[in-house]
């Protein structure tokens, strides 16, 4: 599962979820929808694309992609080159439009959501090495450091980004 950031205010002018199946029947093919409003559909090598905008404001994307024979079969079929070029073609103008991003700004926007998560590890890591070095912290300072650290990580395997605040306060108890 991928999950792309989306530009401000995009995803409440297409409608949210029922937009984005809207927009997916332009580029794919057997668009089906359910009841959460994720769409599956396909087209060419793109086997099965599933996709749906999530609650923290992403585009969150699945997508099986043909492989091995498979793929050699369809690349040397009639028209198979042709087809996986316009599959490409298809996957990137849908991205470009449900996310309001063009490639590189998907590619600066995934490089700071990685930047901040790191950032985020780091500071995870500094508060333990400073608890387990520093011998004077009283006992509310711990706890607190703790409750920090266990905010960030339940939001990070949620598969969210902390905020800088968040990482802020956990570095400045130290």
Same mark, same amino acid.
């Given at each position: 599962m991928e999950r792309f950031a989306v530009k401000r205010g995009l995803i409440k002018s297409m409608g949210g979820n029922a937009g984005l199946a809207k927009l997916a029947t332009q580029y794919f093919e057997?668009?089906? +929808?359910?009841?959460?409003?994720?769409?599956?559909?396909?087209?060419?090598?793109? +086997? $099965? +694309?599933e996709g749906s905008y999530d609650d923290s404001g992403k585009l969150a994307v699945d997508v099986e992609q043909l492989k091995g024979a498979d793929l050699a079969a369809f690349l040397d079929s009639e028209d198979g080159r042709e087809q996986a070029m316009e599959s490409r073609k298809r996957w990137s103008a849908f991205l470009d439009e449900a996310t309001g991003y063009n490639a590189k700004q998907r590619g600066d926007k995934a490089k700071e959501?990685? $930047? $901040?998560?790191?950032?985020? $590890?780091?500071?995870i890591k500094m508060a333990h090495k400073s608890m387990?070095?520093? !011998?004077?912290?009283? !006992?509310?300072? +711990?706890?607190?450091?703790?409750?920090?650290?266990?905010?960030?990580?339940?939001?990070?395997?949620?598969?969210?980004?902390?905020t800088e605040t968040q990482v802020k306060k956990l570095n400045d108890l130290f």
């Amino acid at each position: 599962m991928e999950r792309f950031a989306v530009k401000r205010g995009l995803i409440k002018s297409m409608g949210g979820n029922a937009g984005l199946a809207k927009l997916a029947t332009q580029y794919f093919e057997h668009i089906n +929808v359910d009841a959460d409003g994720v769409f599956t559909g396909g087209f060419g090598l793109l +086997v $099965k +694309v599933e996709g749906s905008y999530d609650d923290s404001g992403k585009l969150a994307v699945d997508v099986e992609q043909l492989k091995g024979a498979d793929l050699a079969a369809f690349l040397d079929s009639e028209d198979g080159r042709e087809q996986a070029m316009e599959s490409r073609k298809r996957w990137s103008a849908f991205l470009d439009e449900a996310t309001g991003y063009n490639a590189k700004q998907r590619g600066d926007k995934a490089k700071e959501d990685a $930047k $901040k998560l790191s950032k985020a $590890k780091s500071a995870i890591k500094m508060a333990h090495k400073s608890m387990e070095m520093m !011998q004077n912290l009283d !006992q509310g300072t +711990v706890d607190s450091a703790l409750e920090m650290i266990a905010n960030l990580e339940a939001i990070m395997e949620a598969g969210d980004l902390p905020t800088e605040t968040q990482v802020k306060k956990l570095n400045d108890l130290f």
